[in-house]
């Protein structure tokens, strides 16, 4: 606390000045007015003193303050901090006495109506001076102008600090923001030379650099003094571009030299999150080249097997001194927010000892000198700290760095070409293949505009260069392209601001052209590294369905664009959103060609597919023996499309239990493609691959074997190793290996197709899981019942996240972990557990496979058993 002068109340009635310390303070009373004419020398001024000494001695206290004669207003020196210490003052005394010389209440009277109205209309609560005299005190009285007492603040309904400031006013304008110093907790040199507005702005300033510097005080205790006994995370939110990023990056600034490592990952998307841990994986080797984590992972290839292993070496017991940063976490997955655009970022994070994310509110820059800085950065000029047109620009923007950043990439456009140079010079991004997706399509708009823009390359990259020096758009990293090619991201609140302003009036036209853009370009499986092509593509496909659920997007004349996404969303797992698009894409077909056109019979085959992967059997063998009659008549027994539901028939046969169904549909399937592709052709294989299973079913056990080595070795000259079809095969052998004992051979061909499995399709595709289940059981026959709960945790979780509600309970890989875990509850003595499982399990094989099928019929013994144990016992 500064020098302090107060008044003294002798006991003979006299007063008289006392000079205080800060360490000598005593306890003192306060008093809260407003100023008349001649304060100090009037009688009215005289009255207050008087009314004052009486009180606080009536409270006990012999020394009081009142501004009005305890402050030598003539020296600067003294009224400054008195200014700067005048919130303290108050905050630090014994009682606050509010005189109020327009509210009379002359008896005295105890009804409170009677003084009311002219209480709430005191010119008291209109002056700013008297906001801190409030809040600060912890009591604060208030008093008639005859000196009775009317009650205490709590009679107030006081809400935030900047609404107590409304409607007050001032007799020099900058006091309006000087008497809010105390309020706010900040200081600032007063200037009664400035005006208002810069007087509010300079506290405003402080403001804002007093609550960064809480921000990065809470940060650092959370993220570095919790203790090294776990993780510890925090979590900054706050609107699209209000300086997020920023918050991090000037943390990292103040507290590098604390940490042995600093990561910085896109979490946009999951694509720029395995490129992000494969960032890291680099960084890690070439500061840590002795580390062995790394040394049987492909760096470029197996993005999925980097992640697992920069996880492990997070989750090293010794390695407790290194920062992450996920940047643009737009999207978190909640529990009413699930769709396939959206990143769990729980996969990404260390698994050990991680402690919840701690929330902390990220507000807008008020701190000018911030606002110039983003602004000179990004418009490439220097020395504009005294400009006043920067300055005029900052404050108009309001404190958005995102804006900031707009503007100054505008200004950098302006201060470098002209129009002239920017439409005759290329751009200096690198080649994007997928620009292609819209030039090669975009002559079908009827917009002029559209079809100028994309007539050539040199056009586009026109256009995409003016977004990017506008800060628009940025060139990032594209997964699967060489490094250095980029392709072209925006912010998601541009992308807001894109919708809801410039696309206020919707396009079908334009709609329909993005949907026939996206549904184009799906890469097919034979393409390299097609699951990371796809994935780029599934955040778009997305936001379509959607369109169309709502009815935005007319679909007629562009069923085949259905049926792309159809297909695309199978091979991403995602098979709710498939069965959804094929609907669609087969009413358009049957409206526009009939019921037994090629078309729609595509259509048809592939969602009986659909629906076997379901577990919806009987759908799937309607929709089989639609296809197959259709296509008979339209293209012959032996065509090869009616091969391919013939093999279709067979698998779903061999999955209804129908052994002798299902090798007569195979073998005349292996027999017409043999004839009409030859041996070694792919389809060819996955009938030779399906024989192979139906033979292990039938416990032909060496013939399958025979068969599975003859697939696998075509498929590895046709495909080669990591392609999916013979993925399915090495996992089809763990399959023959298990059974037939050979478990050290089994385990080798899982791992082969689990690591294969999770880089091309990903952790959560149910064909992963389906591995991940069989690892489960292979663990379980080995006695290694730890980590075969593992497997089956993440295969039912997994199957749970995949899969709709509606689809999980007949879903059959998912209904055989299910068997699979009570087993393992069994066998480890949890009963309840088991019991739960296996009805849950039962309940599906009844309604997928009949009550009369195998699995029914173990699975009711088992219960009935466990229900005459509990029995007995």
């Given at each position: 606390?500064?020098?302090?002068?107060?008044?003294?109340?002798?006991?003979?009635?006299?007063?008289?000045?006392?000079?205080?310390?800060?360490?000598?303070?005593?306890?003192?009373?306060?008093?809260?007015?407003?100023?008349?004419?001649?304060?100090?020398?009037?009688?009215?001024?005289?009255?207050?003193?008087?009314?004052?000494?009486?009180?606080?001695?009536?409270?006990?206290?012999?020394?009081?303050?009142?501004?009005?004669?305890?402050?030598?207003?003539?020296?600067?020196?003294?009224?400054?901090?008195?200014?700067?210490?005048?919130?303290?003052?108050?905050?630090?005394?014994?009682?606050?006495?509010?005189?109020?010389?327009?509210?009379?209440?002359?008896?005295?009277?105890?009804?409170?109506?009677?003084?009311?109205?002219?209480?709430?209309?005191?010119?008291?609560?209109?002056?700013?001076?008297?906001?801190?005299?409030?809040?600060?005190?912890?009591?604060?009285?208030?008093?008639?102008?005859?000196?009775?007492?009317?009650?205490?603040?709590?009679?107030?309904?006081?809400?935030?600090?900047?609404?107590?400031?409304?409607?007050?006013?001032?007799?020099?304008?900058?006091?309006?923001?000087?008497?809010?110093?105390?309020?706010?907790?900040?200081?600032?040199?007063?200037?009664?030379?400035?005006?208002?507005?810069?007087?509010?702005?300079?506290?405003?300033?402080?403001?804002?650099?007093?609550?960064?510097?809480?921000?990065?005080?809470?940060?650092?205790?959370?993220?570095?003094?919790?203790?090294?006994?776990?993780?510890?995370?925090?979590?900054?939110?706050?609107?699209?571009?209000?300086?997020?990023?920023?918050?991090?990056?000037?943390?990292?600034?103040?507290?590098?030299?604390?940490?042995?490592?600093?990561?910085?990952?896109?979490?946009?998307?999951?694509?720029?999150?395995?490129?992000?841990?494969?960032?890291?994986?680099?960084?890690?080797?070439?500061?840590?080249?002795?580390?062995?984590?790394?040394?049987?992972?492909?760096?470029?290839?197996?993005?999925?097997?980097?992640?697992?292993?920069?996880?492990?070496?997070?989750?090293?017991?010794?390695?407790?001194?290194?920062?992450?940063?996920?940047?643009?976490?737009?999207?978190?997955?909640?529990?009413?927010?699930?769709?396939?655009?959206?990143?769990?970022?729980?996969?990404?994070?260390?698994?050990?000892?991680?402690?919840?994310?701690?929330?902390?509110?990220?507000?807008?820059?008020?701190?000018?000198?911030?606002?110039?800085?983003?602004?000179?950065?990004?418009?490439?000029?220097?020395?504009?700290?005294?400009?006043?047109?920067?300055?005029?620009?900052?404050?108009?923007?309001?404190?958005?760095?995102?804006?900031?950043?707009?503007?100054?990439?505008?200004?950098?456009?302006?201060?470098?070409?002209?129009?002239?140079?920017?439409?005759?010079?290329?751009?200096?991004?690198?080649?994007?293949?997928?620009?292609?997706?819209?030039?090669?399509?975009?002559?079908?708009?009827?917009?002029?505009?559209?079809?100028?823009?994309?007539?050539?390359?040199?056009?586009?990259?026109?256009?995409?260069?003016?977004?990017?020096?506008?800060?628009?758009?940025?060139?990032?990293?594209?997964?699967?392209?060489?490094?250095?090619s980029a392709g072209y991201g925006m912010h998601s609140?541009?992308?807001?601001?894109?919708?809801?302003?410039?696309?206020?009036?919707?396009?079908?036209?334009?709609?329909?052209?993005?949907?026939?853009?996206?549904?184009?370009?799906?890469?097919?499986?034979?393409?390299?590294?097609?699951?990371?092509?796809?994935?780029?593509?599934?955040?778009?496909?997305?936001?379509?369905?959607?369109?169309?659920?709502?009815?935005?997007?007319?679909?007629?004349?562009?069923?085949?664009?259905?049926?792309?996404?159809?297909?695309?969303?199978?091979?991403?797992?995602?098979?709710a959103e498939a069965e959804a698009m094929y609907n669609?894409?087969?009413?358009?077909?049957?409206?526009?060609?009939?019921?037994?056109?090629?078309?729609?019979?595509?259509?048809?085959?592939?969602?009986?597919?659909?629906?076997?992967?379901?577990?919806?059997?009987?759908?799937?063998?309607?929709?089989?023996?639609?296809?197959?009659?259709?296509?008979?008549?339209?293209?012959?027994?032996?065509?090869?499309?009616?091969?391919?539901?013939?093999?279709?028939?067979?698998?779903?046969?061999?999955?209804?239990?129908?052994?002798?169904?299902?090798?007569?549909?195979?073998?005349?399937?292996?027999?017409?493609?043999?004839?009409?592709?030859?041996?070694?052709?792919?389809?060819?294989?996955?009938?030779?691959?399906?024989?192979?299973r139906l033979y292990a079913n039938q416990g032909k056990?060496?013939?399958?074997?025979?068969?599975?080595?003859?697939?696998?070795?075509?498929?590895?000259?046709?495909?080669?190793?990591?392609?999916?079809?013979?993925?399915?095969?090495?996992?089809?052998?763990?399959?023959?290996?298990?059974?037939?004992?050979?478990?050290?051979?089994?385990?080798?061909?899982?791992?082969?197709?689990?690591?294969?499995?999770?880089?091309?399709?990903?952790?959560?595709?149910?064909?992963?899981?389906?591995?991940?289940?069989?690892?489960?059981?292979?663990?379980?026959?080995?006695?290694?019942?730890?980590?075969?709960?593992?497997?089956?945790?993440?295969?039912?979780?997994?199957?749970?996240?995949?899969?709709?509600?509606?689809?999980?309970?007949?879903?059959?890989?998912?209904?055989?972990?299910?068997?699979?875990?009570?087993?393992?509850?069994?066998?480890?003595?949890?009963?309840?557990?088991?019991?739960?499982?296996?009805?849950?399990?039962?309940?599906?094989?009844?309604?997928?496979?009949?009550?009369?099928?195998?699995?029914?019929?173990?699975?009711?013994?088992?219960?009935?058993?466990?229900?005459?144990?509990?029995?007995?016992?």
């Amino acid at each position: 606390m500064a020098f302090l002068r107060l008044l003294q109340h002798k006991p003979d009635g006299g007063i008289v000045f006392c000079e205080t310390t800060s360490s000598d303070v005593p306890a003192y009373a306060i008093l809260s007015h407003t100023w008349g004419k001649e304060e100090t020398v009037s009688k009215a001024g005289w009255r207050k003193i008087q009314f004052c000494a009486r009180q606080a001695a009536a409270d006990g206290l012999q020394y009081f303050w009142i501004d009005t004669c305890c402050i030598d207003k003539k020296n600067a020196v003294e009224l400054s901090a008195a200014i700067n210490s005048m919130f303290r003052w108050y905050q630090n005394a014994v009682r606050c006495y509010v005189y109020l010389s327009d509210v009379s209440n002359p008896d005295g009277v105890d009804d409170e109506w009677a003084w009311k109205e002219a209480f709430r209309m005191s010119w008291w609560f209109t002056r700013g001076w008297t906001l801190q005299e409030l809040i600060a005190p912890r009591l604060v009285d208030f008093f008639s102008s005859e000196g009775g007492r009317l009650g205490s603040k709590v009679l107030l309904n006081i809400k935030e600090r900047r609404s107590w400031a409304e409607c007050r006013n001032t007799t020099i304008e900058e006091d309006e923001a000087y008497c809010l110093i105390g309020v706010f907790g900040v200081s600032i040199l007063p200037n009664y030379r400035e005006e208002r507005d810069y007087a509010f702005r300079r506290l405003e300033e402080e403001i804002h650099k007093l609550d960064k510097e809480k921000e990065l005080l809470k940060m650092h205790e959370l993220l570095y003094n919790h203790g090294r006994s776990s993780q510890s995370a925090v979590v900054l939110h706050g609107l699209g571009g209000i300086g997020k990023t920023q918050l991090a990056i000037k943390y990292i600034r103040k507290h590098k030299e604390k940490y042995t490592a600093i990561f910085w990952l896109n979490a946009n998307d999951e694509d720029s999150l395995r490129l992000s841990f494969r960032d890291i994986a680099q960084q890690i080797l070439m500061h840590c080249p002795s580390t062995r984590l790394f040394g049987n992972v492909d760096l470029e290839g197996d993005l999925n097997r980097v992640v697992i292993a920069v996880k492990a070496w997070l989750n090293l017991r010794d390695n407790t001194r290194w920062l992450i940063i996920y940047d643009n976490y737009n999207n978190p997955q909640t529990a009413n927010h699930t769709d396939c655009s959206i990143v769990d970022l729980r996969q990404y994070l260390p698994e050990t000892n991680v402690t919840q994310g701690r929330r902390l509110h990220v507000k807008k820059l008020t701190d000018l000198e911030d606002g110039l800085k983003i602004l000179s950065n990004m418009s490439q000029r220097e020395d504009i700290e005294d400009d006043p047109d920067a300055k005029a620009l900052v404050v108009k923007l309001d404190g958005l760095p995102l804006a900031l950043s707009t503007a100054g990439a505008y200004l950098e456009h302006l201060y470098e070409a002209s129009w002239l140079k920017l439409q005759m010079t290329s751009p200096k991004l690198n080649s994007y293949e997928d620009r292609s997706l819209l030039l090669q399509h975009a002559h079908s708009a009827d917009d002029e505009w559209i079809q100028k823009l994309t007539e050539d390359e040199l056009s586009f990259n026109k256009a995409v260069r003016l977004l990017c020096e506008y800060g628009l758009a940025h060139p990032e990293p594209s997964p699967g392209q060489p490094p250095g090619s980029a392709g072209y991201g925006m912010h998601s609140c541009v992308h807001s601001w894109t919708i809801s302003v410039l696309n206020s009036e919707w396009d079908q036209d334009l709609a329909q052209l993005a949907l026939t853009c996206v549904a184009s370009e799906i890469p097919s499986k034979d393409v390299e590294e097609w699951w990371l092509l796809q994935q780029r593509l599934l955040q778009h496909a997305a936001k379509h369905e959607h369109f169309i659920r709502d009815g935005n997007v007319g679909v007629d004349g562009i069923q085949w664009a259905l049926h792309n996404l159809g297909l695309f969303y199978i091979n991403q797992g995602k098979l709710a959103e498939a069965e959804a698009m094929y609907n669609w894409a087969l009413q358009g077909y049957e409206e526009a060609h009939g019921l037994k056109h090629i078309l729609t019979l595509n259509t048809v085959n592939n969602l009986g597919n659909l629906y076997k992967n379901q577990g919806k059997l009987a759908k799937a063998e309607a929709m089989y023996n639609r296809a197959l009659q259709g296509r008979k008549e339209a293209l012959g027994l032996k065509h090869t499309s009616t091969l391919d539901t013939v093999n279709n028939l067979g698998n779903l046969y061999a999955d209804q239990g129908k052994l002798a169904e299902a090798e007569a549909m195979y073998n005349q399937a292996l027999q017409g493609k043999e004839e009409a592709l030859g041996l070694k052709h792919t389809s060819t294989l996955n009938t030779v691959n399906n024989l192979g299973r139906l033979y292990a079913n039938q416990g032909k056990l060496a013939e399958a074997e025979a068969i599975y080595i003859q697939a696998l070795q075509g498929y590895e000259e046709a495909l080669g190793p990591m392609h999916t079809s013979t993925l399915n095969t090495v996992n089809n052998l763990g399959l023959l290996y298990a059974d037939q004992g050979k478990l050290a051979e089994a385990e080798a061909m899982y791992n082969r197709a689990l690591q294969g499995r999770e880089e091309a399709l990903g952790l959560k595709h149910t064909l992963t899981l389906n591995t991940v289940n069989n690892l489960g059981l292979l663990y379980a026959d080995q006695g290694k019942l730890a980590e075969a709960e593992a497997m089956y945790n993440r295969a039912l979780q997994g199957y749970k996240e995949a899969l709709s509600p509606e689809l999980l309970p007949s879903y059959l890989p998912a209904l055989n972990t299910m068997f699979c875990f009570g087993d393992l509850f069994s066998q480890t003595g949890r009963k309840e557990s088991a019991e739960k499982m296996y009805t849950q399990a039962l309940a599906g094989y009844r309604a997928v496979q009949g009550p009369s099928s195998k699995q029914c019929r173990q699975l009711e013994d088992l219960l009935q058993a466990m229900q005459v144990e509990s029995v007995d016992e």
